[in-house]
């Protein structure tokens, strides 16, 4: 039997790493990361996992032992934030292009510079296209049922690709929670015993890993990372039904919160989900027709699926934690991949950005009520005319709130009827 415990969110990715035993953890601290490995660390020192620990001198040395640890056919893990993924990004597509089911937690923070240790993803946002899959979590529970679940995903046999799972620094990192542990053998069973496909180790069968790769064959090798890649989905799917059948807990690609009659919805990433919770139901007790859709898997980004659950809105806000700077008016990446969806599925629908939170600024229920206003306005005109808004930055023009917003329009359409 399972147990509930209260850990931080930090403390159940190291506890889930615990149940894994991974073969080779390398890893360098980082905060907020440093909590993982150190929490991971003593359970090696204390001989509780037989997991070969080296702590290596820089984050770019600790995923490349990892490359050659998972070369060799061992389960490798590391963990990193901010300037750490940065410094590993020579490596990252190395470990996907090499076809190596690593799997990553990422506690998310802000990139330098200035220096800044608090939350937004613009260090797994600038990761995003190295060919890993991207997975985030809204809490503790969360993350450590998706640090469970990256393993299989990553080592299913028609994927094979390295795994990053997100959690918010800070914010739910350092959280304590109570988080629903499982039994150590009902883990084991889950994920099964490791088959790499090919190791450096096979003398059997003598292979080349990380060669060098001209116009003659590169190309097609890039090719089918992309099949893997679309794979994924289903294999992420899969799994998570394995997943619910055993525990109980059921994932899918996103979660849709009073979304079904909704006539105004944001699409948003990990913890500001809860804060948005709060703001969709003070509106809908105002009578508003808003939902939310909190993404969990990013990549492969579920287009299909995204489209077919927001088809019926009047207006789409997307809530960006980073910044695509140069894009399209400088918006985030997330709305960037929606605008794209909506175009090649012929989606007709205003999807206006919404910027907020960098460097862990906080976003209250109001802002978000705020973003609710401005999208009713848009369903209304029909057409969006400030495509990416800051909210809560200094300077910029504040979003009207509900009551403001109740001052003029008619109460009939605030209702939704």
């Known amino acids: 039997m399972g147990r509930w415990m209260a850990l931080e969110g930090t403390e159940a990715v190291a506890y889930a790493m615990k149940q894994i035993a991974p073969d080779v953890v390398a890893a360098y601290p980082i905060t907020p990361q440093t909590g993982i490995v150190q929490t991971f660390a003593q359970f090696v020192a204390d001989g509780e996992v037989p997991t070969e620990f080296i702590q290596a ?22 963990a990193t934030s901010s300037q750490g993924l940065a410094l590993m990004w020579e490596i990252l597509p190395i470990a996907a292009a090499m076809r190596l089911p690593i799997v990553m937690p990422v506690v998310n923070r802000a990139l330098s510079a200035p220096i800044n240790i608090h939350c937004d993803h613009s260090d797994s946002m600038g990761a995003r296209d190295t060919g890993w899959i991207q997975i985030y979590s809204e809490n503790a529970q969360e993350a450590y049922d998706n640090t469970l679940q990256a393993v299989r995903i990553a080592e299913h046999p028609q994927v ?3 795994v990053m799972v997100m959690q918010d620094g800070f914010i739910t990192s350092h959280a304590v929670e ?50 893997a890649m679309r ?20 994932y899918g690609l996103f979660e849709t919160y009073q979304l079904e009659d909704a006539e105004a919805a944001v699409v948003v990433l990990s913890s500001t989900a809860g804060t948005a919770r709060v703001a969709v139901d003070n509106l809908r007790r105002m009578g508003w027709r808003v939902g939310l859709l909190k993404l969990r ?32 008016e400088n918006g985030g990446p997330l709305w960037l991949d929606l605008l794209a969806a909506a175009h090649r599925h012929g989606l007709h629908i205003p999807i206006a950005d919404y910027v907020f939170g960098l460097g862990g600024r906080d976003i209250t229920p109001s802002e978000i009520e705020g973003i609710f206003t401005d999208l009713m306005q848009i369903a209304d ?4 005319t400030r495509p990416v808004t800051y909210v809560g930055v200094r300077g910029e023009l504040p979003l009207p709130s509900p009551a403001e917003w109740s001052l003029w329009i008619p109460e009939a359409t605030m209702a939704g009827d």
């Not at 998972?70 to 893990?77: D, I």
Request: hydrophobic content about 45%; glycine content about 6%; aromatic content about 12%.
């Open 297 to 328: 898997v990013y990549r492969p980004f579920p287009d299909h699926e995204i489209i077919a659950a927001l088809r019926h809105l009047r207006a789409i806000g997307v809530m960006d934690r980073a910044i695509a700077f140069g894009a399209l």
């Open 57 to 78: 001198e820089s984050e770019h040395s600790a995923l490349s032992a990892c490359v050659g640890a998972a070369a060799a056919g061992a389960r490798a893990m590391t």
């Open 381 to 384: 005109r029909g057409a969006v």
């Open 160 to 162: 094979r690709l390295p």
């Open 178 to 227: 109570r988080v629903w542990v499982e039994d150590d053998d009902a883990v084991r069973a889950f994920l099964g015993t490791y088959q790499p496909a090919c190791t450096l180790l096979n003398f059997e069968r003598p292979l080349t890993f990380g060669a060098l790769d001209f116009y003659d064959y590169y190309f097609e090798h890039k090719r089918h990372q992309v099949e």
């Open 231 to 250: 794979r994924a989905k289903d294999a992420i799917l899969e799994v998570a039904e394995d997943f619910a059948r055993r525990f109980g807990r059921r």
